[in-house]
């Protein structure tokens, strides 16, 4: 009797104990896929998975060689094991599927007046019949993986309209969840490159981000420093900056600053920061060339050793907003993101020679910063970060530590020998998630433990400064004689 073609039945029958017989050289190959993939875990760095795996593997081939029946229990149990498993899997794999992918499309036929299966053509009494309308057959046959052209072939702009305006305002008012659409903006500047808009504050994921009238990531402040109050200028890059990960009062230059108000001997200890999004040496030599010292006491310039290959370059080279442009949606700005990244690797420099050569470059402007800084009255003071690798205890890169040792040379041959580069510095203080966001900024406990190592490394410093919370007088005479001789900008 044939089979009824209407009626449904499983493709693949799971045959039970009785039905098989399990060879050995089955048996066998199954102990020789678990030998290989325990060694695959061991190679990757999982011994005591693959010891286990590979334990297992064996302890089953001598069962299996050893007695049959034991062999074809192995098999059965392996073979119900992968039943489950498959129909666990494929729960967890196509009910997103069916209920977000299907469910979009039954919408969007519905919008269209699309009816694929004909479950709403009640001519005949049901479609499932063999004397079925021939027309309605090639119908269905031709729109069994397509949606149905609509009638006339002209399409229907009020249901497209509503659909896109709803996945429009969908993904807007989802990426402005994320913290997108009210970017901070900057200003383009010929000397500077760029730097961020003063007086702004908005708020994005990871809490509160704020400029002074300075552009600094910091409180208000004036151009001189208030009576009895020692001033810390820090210059830096995105990780002085913190990214919009971080809330204001977390990032390590306040946090730096609270803990020295504790420890210092003066009235008061100001910290301002401009750390600046992609910044390199010439930004920052701009910036202080442009803005000056603030009447700094102490000027601290903090970067990953990657900034000394960045050369001077506007916002056409970063993916941030002018003042004069900003976004006007949340979408806006993350296509400017995406385009920005597009660009970013189709113009990449992977010329090993000319990355040496702006190294270098690099390295002469950081020894200006730092010669202008000091013409200024500054005590100087190079701390480098490490990246993820050095920072969390593992050994840190040739190349990094090679650019390290030529920029702590250069900086040594003009008298500045004030420079940090703590590899090891957050090994066995958490894991490496907690203390960086990526391979180079911090995260929130990154940004703690940072800030407790500067107030270790310059805390000293400081009360050198001070006496009696007080300026000593060869120190103030000196910085008089500093800058009669050098104006300030």
């Known amino acids: 009797m044939p089979h009824d073609p209407l009626k449904p039945f499983p493709w693949f029958s799971f045959v039970g104990s009785s039905h098989r017989k399990e060879s050995l050289v089955s048996a066998l190959g199954k102990v020789s896929a678990g030998l290989l993939i325990g060694g695959f875990l061991g190679y990757q760095g999982f011994v005591a998975a693959g010891i286990m795996v590979c334990t297992i593997a064996l302890a089953v081939g001598v069962v299996s060689a050893v007695s049959p029946r ?33 469910s979009f499309a039954r919408f969007w036929q519905r919008l269209f007046g699309s009816d694929p299966l004909q479950l709403r053509d009640t001519s005949p009494r049901t479609f499932w019949l063999e004397t079925d309308d021939s027309r309605r057959k090639r119908r269905y046959v031709g729109t069994m993986f397509a949606t149905e052209r609509l009638a006339n072939m002209k399409l229907r702009l009020l ?25 901070i903006l900057y200003i383009n500047d010929p000397l500077i490159g760029y730097y961020p808009a003063p007086s702004q504050d908005v708020t994005r994921s990871g809490g509160r981000i704020s400029t002074n009238q300075f552009g600094m990531r910091s409180p208000e402040c004036s151009l001189q420093k208030p009576a009895g109050t020692f001033r810390v200028l820090m210059i830096g890059d995105s990780t002085l900056y913190g990214g919009s990960y971080i809330d204001q009062e977390e990032l390590y230059s306040r946090l730096f600053e609270k803990r020295l108000a504790e ?5 008061k200890v100001e910290v301002l920061s401009i750390g600046v999004n992609a910044w ?3 930004h920052k030599l701009g910036y202080v060339k442009q803005k000056g010292t603030f009447d700094a006491d102490l000027a601290v310039i903090c970067m990953p050793i990657g900034d000394i290959y960045r050369p001077l ?7 941030f907003f002018s003042v004069d442009h900003p976004p006007r949606c949340a979408i806006e700005e993350v296509l400017g993101h995406l385009a920005w990244r597009y660009r970013a690797t189709v113009t990449a420099n992977t010329s090993h020679g000319s990355q040496e050569e702006q190294g270098q470059l690099g390295i002469q402007a950081y020894v200006e910063l730092a010669q202008l800084l000091r013409q200024n009255g500054c005590t100087v003071v190079f701390e480098i970060l490490p990246s993820r690798e050095a920072g969390t205890g593992k050994d840190t890169l040739p190349a990094q530590q090679q650019a390290t040792d030529q920029l702590r040379q250069a900086l040594a041959v003009e008298g500045f020998d004030d420079f940090s580069y703590p590899v090891g510095l957050f090994a066995g203080k958490g894991s490496p998630e907690e203390i960086y966001h ?3 900024h911090l995260y929130h406990q990154g940004h703690r433990i940072y800030a407790e190592y500067l107030t270790q490394q310059i805390g000293p410093q400081i009360a050198r400064h001070s006496v009696n919370g007080k300026r000593p007088v060869e120190s103030e005479a000196r910085r008089r004689e500093v800058k009669s001789g050098h104006s300030r900008r």
């Open 70 to 102: 034991c062999r074809l229990a192995i098999s059965t149990f392996f073979g119900i094991l992968g039943k489950w498993f498959g129909r666990v899997l494929g729960m967890i794999l196509l009910a997103p599927l069916y209920l977000v992918v299907f």
């Open 159 to 183: 249901p497209t309209a509503i659909v896109l305006v709803v996945v429009v305002l969908a993904g807007e008012l989802t990426l402005r969840g994320m913290g997108f659409g009210d970017p």
């Open 438 to 440: 990526d391979r180079c």
């Open 263 to 267: 420890t210092a001997a003066y009235e």
């Open 313 to 319: 370059y506007g916002l056409t080279a970063v993916p």
């Open 280 to 282: 390199g040496p010439f």
